[in-house]
């Protein structure tokens, strides 16, 4: 069994990350043809030939073979959690092996980074050893990268208090685990903890990271995805929580390749305990047995009530490189009492309320979007006013019409029940009028556009 151990709190002297180091150089040593090579597990995740990072990879394996095991990659999806834990699991048997091979460790395990861990003030940092020294004599360095530190913001673990693992975030919560879906390459609208953290991480280190079709050429990405597995684990230790008991979930399954290069295939619920997956692994810390799903039959959605649109900008809003300002006019729900009244006549059962954004569809890399309400005119106390933000992640894919999808676009859903009943006490606040903010993190590169095709306001 391995352990895979937080990377920040390896002992002194530990030689995980060099021994990674080195096999991450052994494997850029190897034909892209090669399965165990470090460009042909990075093209199973996503792969795009004119991208500059992809230039000198050639040869490449045959178009059918690129077709078959090629931008497999889960997004979008109720399989964005499988589908991860099964391409890390036979990438940590290759690190594993060649590691061997090379004279080192039989007990290799991959480390995951705890960006969360507000315990430790580097936490949201890369650790040292993937940026210093930065040359080609590291394995774990690469120039692709914009930023090395993730906002506080973009770490959160919201997604943790959410239960039901699937949900389609419009007539239903937006699950943890995704909506449910066929095979999923870049799907629309992206799970509670496929935003956030995931997404939110990876376009906040941006450069390789920030796109589907590059980010496993990132040694980085493999640690980030390690904690995304671990949180997986969290979430169902913390009970009344359950993967999909059905099988369109349970028994899809999807190839691989092994330490020898021979495809192999796993299923779903092959992997649902990770004591039994491979050689089997455990996180540090984090006991890792599977709730049984007979368990859950008494629980309650927590919300059994179906959004309805109370709020929505029908024309498409490009998203400019400064703020975006625009308007939504609130109106009741229909069929129902007043939504909107002032606080003092507010019901106080807690309302569910989410702010969509809807076919967003893009070129390159686009930056985050933090995204505000009813900003004041002098942006005073802008931050009560955060309502999330936006990742856009694998947005040119999602734009792009192709045998797995229309081309039409992603969509996000952010979580606003608790900033609108607050906005509600303000003495400012207006019924009929909502304005949403959404301004870069960080500068947009001249390439990159976004445009969203919808923002919409969904109450229960
Ligand atoms: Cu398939 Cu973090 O991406």
Redo the contacts with the bound molecule.
């Keep these: 069994m391995r352990e895979r151990k937080n990377v920040y709190e390896l002992p002194a002297g530990d030689t995980t990350l060099e021994w990674y180091s080195k096999a991450v150089v052994e494997m850029k040593s190897r034909p892209t043809t090669d399965p165990t090579s470090w460009n042909y597990q990075g093209a199973m995740?996503?792969f795009q030939a004119n991208l500059p990072i992809w230039q000198g990879a050639a040869p490449l394996p045959s178009e059918s073979e690129q077709r078959s095991y090629w931008n497999r990659?889960?997004?979008g999806s109720w399989y964005?959690l499988p589908w991860?834990r099964m391409y890390l699991a036979y990438f940590e048997q290759i690190v594993a092996q060649t590691i061997v091979d090379l004279g080192g460790p039989a007990d290799w395990s991959l480390p995951f980074w705890n960006y969360s861990d507000t315990t430790n003030p580097d936490a949201r940092t890369i650790p040292p050893a993937f940026t210093d020294p930065a040359n080609s004599t590291n394995g774990l360095w690469i120039s692709e990268r914009n930023s090395d530190t993730i906002p506080a913001n973009y770490v959160t673990l919201g997604a943790l208090g959410v239960f039901p693992y699937t949900g389609d975030g419009i007539t239903s919560e937006l699950g943890f685990g995704g909506p449910r879906t066929a095979f999923s390459h870049s799907g629309r609208t992206h799970g509670r903890l496929e935003h956030l953290p995931?997404?939110m991480v990876?376009v906040a280190i941006g450069g390789a990271m920030g796109d589907?079709r590059t980010?496993?050429l990132d040694p980085i990405?493999w640690l980030?995805?390690a904690n995304?597995d671990r949180l997986w684990q969290v979430w169902l230790n913390q009970g009344n929580r359950a993967n999909p008991g059905i099988a369109a979930w349970l028994n899809f399954g999807f190839n691989f390749h092994d330490k020898d290069g021979n495809v192999q295939m796993l299923t779903c619920i092959e992997v649902e305990d990770t004591t039994n997956l491979l050689s089997g692994y455990e996180y540090q810390g984090v006991p890792s047995s599977v709730p049984e799903t007979g368990m859950l039959a008494d629980i309650e959605p927590p919300n059994e009530m179906p959004l309805e649109v109370v709020a929505a900008s029908n024309v498409a809003q490009p998203l400019s490189s400064k703020k975006t300002r625009l308007g939504l006019g609130l109106q009741p729900p229909r069929n129902k009492r007043m939504k909107f009244m002032a606080a003092e006549e507010f019901s106080p059962v807690p309302e569910s309320t989410f702010l969509h954004f809807e076919n967003i569809t893009g070129t390159g890399v686009p930056p985050a979007y933090d995204v505000y309400l009813n900003v004041p005119d002098d942006d005073g106390g802008k931050e009560a006013h955060y309502a999330g933000s936006l990742a856009f992640?694998g947005v040119e894919e999602a734009s792009t019409p192709s045998d797995h999808h229309s081309g039409s676009g992603q969509h996000y859903a952010l979580d606003v029940s608790e900033l609108m009943s607050q906005l509600r006490t303000l003495p400012n606040w207006k019924e009929e009028q909502l304005d949403v903010h959404l301004e870069p993190n960080s500068p947009p590169a001249e390439d990159a556009s976004v445009v969203v095709g919808r923002i919409s306001l969904y109450s229960a």
């Design positions: 995740h996503g990659c889960q997004h964005f991860h995931h997404d990876h589907p980010a496993a990405f980030h995805h995304i992640f």
